[in-house]
């Protein structure tokens, strides 16, 4: 069983930048890929950044290409998630997942999910 705990989470201006945590406990997350998918208030959740197992392979949906970067530190049982040049349009629960295998599509079916933490863009 993996926990999963997101934070960094908050209001920011647009523009701006965050930085997203996501640490695992229970068990080492070393050997699997991650997520960060988020899901705006009335819409469907969706992938926002997928990391594979040893951190050299990333994938990210189109609407933040060139604007987040995702990461990990398998020593820490930490993702990242750092966001710049925020956009209103970016205002959702961002949530982190794990699969448990060396890759991921990036679809909603992964195997443990944290609570996720609200970011707010204003303009």
């Known amino acids: 069983q993996v926990q999963l705990v997101e934070s960094g989470g908050g209001l920011v201006q647009a523009g701006g930048s965050l930085r997203l945590s996501c640490v695992a406990s229970g068990r080492t997350i070393r050997g699997y890929a991650m997520g960060w998918f988020r899901q705006a208030p009335g819409k469907e959740r969706n992938l926002v950044a997928t990391i594979n197992w040893s951190g050299d392979s990333t994938n990210y949906a189109d609407s933040v290409k060139g604007r987040f970067t995702i990461s990990r530190d398998n020593d820490k049982n930490t993702v990242y998630l750092q966001m710049n040049s925020l956009k209103p349009e970016d205002t959702a629960v961002y949530y982190c997942?794990?699969?448990?295998?060396?890759?991921?599509?990036?679809?909603?079916?992964?195997?443990?999910w944290g609570k996720g933490t609200l970011v707010t863009v204003s303009s």
């Open positions: 997942a794990t699969k448990r295998a060396r890759y991921t599509s990036g679809s909603l079916n992964m195997d443990y």
